[in-house]
Nanobody, 127 residues
Framework: QVQLVESGGGLVQAGGSLRLSCAASGGTFSNYAMGWFRQAPGKERGFVSAIRWNGDNTYYTGSVKGRFTISRDNPKNTVYLQMNSLKPEDTAVYYC????????????????????WGQGTQVTVSS
């Protein structure tokens, strides 16, 4: 059983940066692959980024490659999303998610693969 709490969202101008954090409790953090998803008004929830249990493998949706960086600090039970060069189309509620990792894990871009979700944090990018 895992609980996730996101923080770090806010209002930023286009071209600016934000760093989101997701603090985990209630489980062995290093056993889990972690993901970030986002949902904009009127749109479905979509994949942003994911990271394997030890951080050796990371994944990004094409629209954020080169701008966003996912990382994790297992001793702190925390995953981060560094967001640079933000655009108005990045405006959304950002959600942290977790699922048990295993050898050969696939489809971390698919939200149905995740078992635990945080409450979300709002990111608003003004033009």
């Amino acid at each position: 059983q895992v609980q996730l709490v996101e923080s770090g969202g806010g209002l930023v101008q286009a071209g600016g940066s934000l760093r989101l954090s997701c603090a985990a409790s209630g489980g062995t953090f290093s056993n889990y692959a972690m993901g970030w998803f986002r949902q904009a008004p009127g749109k479905e929830r979509g994949f942003v980024s994911a990271i394997r249990w030890n951080g050796d493998n990371t994944y990004y949706t094409g629209s954020v490659k080169g701008r966003f960086t996912i990382s994790r600090d297992n001793p702190k039970n925390t995953v981060y999303l560094q967001m640079n060069s933000l655009k108005p189309e990045d405006t959304a509620v950002y959600y942290c998610a977790a699922r048990r990792d295993y050898v050969g894990i696939k489809a971390l871009h698919y939200d149905a693969e995740y078992d635990y979700w945080g409450q979300g944090t709002q990111v608003t990018v003004s033009s």
